[in-house]
């Protein structure tokens, strides 16, 4: 039999003297390997569904819809195209209704299935206010993008008697210096060293007032559209990174970081969601002060927290931990 009968290939080529091999002359070569067999087929991959959230000017517009957005900043910047609004008229947003509600603000997390309301500018006014006590009885947060504002003011204290201050009142400016960009720590302290019995004046802006709120939505509407929907989900927005879905928090974590949230306005004046989720993700799985404290600082450097609060917010933790509320 030939070698092409055999199923061998042939191959010519140059020989040592310049001269090529005849099919005669030829040497059978092995049959290369077939070609490996394509893996098996996998599961198909489903592109991840596009988050989108509903949202409307508080004071009253049309629903707007968003995506696309991975923190406050972007999310406002989303909000403000939809409504052909600068970003910067954007004081705060609450979810699931158009109220000045400190308990509905939103921070860190967004339910899945959350209405966003965008609270704007409105009125702008000066207030004269001179220390009568070492407190304002103000607590400070603000809106992760530039803007302070406050959140609660304590009964019976100098600025709960001026009753032009406002819950939810954006604090742009003291004795005329713009604090547009500090964050509501440093707010909180500036108003804290001013002197007793000295006069210095607040140049605040009110959210923008509803002339009609008849018939405003409040939840988004039923659709699954965009929607991962289990009804435990939220997008935790980031200011470092992409934002991600997760699941609600546990017992153990909302007990804990509504107790460290308490120990900011105790310590530092400021009321921050976020800040105090961010604290308990630092400290919850840490076996000792010195382990949370190098986890803190090493996200959250640049608040410089004093030792004392580390550890009460420690203890408060650990208390939540051991059941001890």
């Given at each position: 039999d030939s070698p092409q009968q055999q199923g061998l290939y042939l191959s010519?080529?140059?020989?040592?003297?310049?001269?090529?091999?005849?099919?005669?002359?030829?040497?059978?070569?092995?049959?290369?390997?077939?070609?490996?067999?394509?893996?098996?087929?996998?599961?198909?991959?489903?592109?991840?569904?596009?988050?989108?959230?509903?949202?409307?000017?508080?004071?009253?517009?049309?629903?707007?819809?968003?995506?696309g957005f991975t923190n406050v900043k972007e999310l406002y910047g989303k909000i403000a195209e939809v409504f052909n609004i600068s970003p910067s008229e954007i004081l705060f947003c609450t979810l699931n209704s158009h109220k000045v509600d400190m308990q509905k603000l939103l921070g860190g997390q967004i339910g899945l299935e959350d209405f966003i309301f965008a609270h704007v500018r409105g009125e702008t006014k000066e207030v004269e206010v001179t220390k009568t006590e070492d407190a304002l009885g103000l607590t400070i947060t603000d809106n992760g993008a530039g803007y302070a504002f406050i959140k609660r003011i304590k009964e019976g204290s100098t600025i709960d008697r001026l009753k032009t201050v406002c819950v939810g009142d954006h604090i742009e400016a003291i004795n005329d210096q713009s604090i547009v960009g500090c964050r509501h720590y440093e707010v909180a302290k500036m108003l804290k060293e001013q002197p007793r019995g000295i006069p210095f004046t607040l140049r605040l802006v009110g959210p923008k007032k509803a002339f009609d709120m008849i018939g405003m939505r409040t939840r988004a509407p039923k659709s699954n559209e965009g929607k991962m929907v289990n009804g435990r989900e939220t997008l935790r927005l980031r200011s470092k990174g992409a934002a991600t879905v997760q699941e609600v928090q546990n017992e153990f974590e909302e007990q804990a970081t509504k107790k460290v949230d308490d120990l900011l306005e105790s310590y530092m004046g400021i009321r921050d969601l976020d800040l105090a989720t961010t604290i308990v993700e630092a400290g919850k799985d840490k076996k000792n002060p010195d382990d949370f404290a190098e986890a803190l600082d090493s996200v959250l450097g640049d608040f410089a927290f004093p030792d004392v609060f580390l550890f009460d917010v420690w203890g408060a933790i650990g208390d939540v931990k051991n059941g001890r509320t």
């Open positions: 010519w080529g140059p020989m040592q003297n310049g001269e090529t091999m005849s099919p005669q002359d030829s040497e059978p070569t092995a049959p290369p390997l077939p070609p490996p067999s394509p893996p098996p087929p996998g599961p198909p991959e489903y592109p991840r569904p596009r988050l989108i959230f509903h949202t409307q000017l508080a004071h009253g517009s049309p629903t707007g819809r968003i995506h």
